[in-house]
Antibody, heavy 121, light 107 residues
Framework: EVQLVESGGGLVQPGGSLRLSCAAS????????MSWVRQAPGKGLEWVSV???????YFADSVKGRFSISRDNSRNTLFLQMNSLRAEDTAVYFC???????????????WGQGTMVTVSS | DIQMTQSPSTLSASIGDRVTITCRAS??????LAWYQQKPGKAPKLLIY???TLESGVPSRFSGSGSGTEFTLTISSLQPDDFASYYC?????????FGPGTKVDIK
């Protein structure tokens, strides 16, 4: 079964760090376009970051310089390292697999269940 | 950044109704537009990609149309399982952006 399972969320103080994990099954993370998308409580969806199969990465301006995306091929797992966290980073974080179009960007066909990150003192 | 708008923001409908949601983009997307359904506490589910291509396993009562800057999602006959929020997403430019959502509730 094709599946994504996130973990690593929790309560962190402003300025702190957290690393989210997303374990994949049924497909290979390193061969796919993989992203993080977040959703603040009661709000809409916000794209956060992507890593291409070739290793290229992109970030939303709101997290650039604070977040990094990576993967561990041996564990078939995607990561999001979040540093210098702010209250406005509070959200459910989803990992998602992209179905890449001709332009090289993607719609998301497989999503994890999400992990909640709360940034508060 | 590409700004996405959706209308209406909330839609009250009855079982069997035909429902149409509109998504507009601030710049042309060609056909690089996706639609998602999301239920409370759940992850989004891909319904339509490339503006009009139905994702595998999605019921045929869902359809998408449009190109450029204006797109529509249509549910031909609303079913109980369809009460949810719906989001459009453009994937023609970075940053990828989503519409603000349309909540479909029971009239």
């Amino acid at each position: 079964e094709v599946q994504l399972v996130e973990s690593g969320g929790g309560l962190v103080q402003p300025g702190g760090s957290l690393r989210l994990s997303c374990a994949a099954s049924g497909f290979t993370v390193s061969s796919n376009y993989m992203s993080w998308v977040r959703q603040a409580p009661g709000k809409g969806l916000e794209w956060v970051s992507v890593i291409y199969s070739g290793g290229s990465t992109y970030f939303a301006d709101s997290v650039k310089g604070r977040f990094s995306i990576s993967r561990d091929n041996s564990r078939n797992t995607l990561f999001l390292q979040m540093n210098s966290l702010r209250a406005e980073d509070t959200a459910v974080y989803f990992c998602a697999r992209g179905e890449v179009g001709d332009r090289g960007l993607a719609a998301f066909d497989i999503w994890g269940q999400g992990t909640m990150v709360t940034v508060s003192s | 950044d590409i700004q996405m708008t959706q209308s209406p923001s909330t839609l009250s409908a009855s079982i069997g109704d035909r429902v149409t949601i509109t998504c507009r983009a601030s710049q042309s997307l060609s056909s690089w537009l996706a639609w998602y359904q999301q239920k409370p506490g759940k992850a989004p589910k891909l319904l339509i990609y490339k503006a009009s291509t139905l994702e595998s396993g999605v019921p045929s009562r869902f359809s998408g149309s449009g190109s450029g800057t204006e797109f529509t999602l249509t549910i031909s006959s609303l079913q109980p399982d369809d009460f949810a929020s719906y989001y459009c997403q453009q994937y023609n430019y970075y940053p990828l952006t989503f519409g603000p959502g349309t909540k479909v509730d029971i009239k």
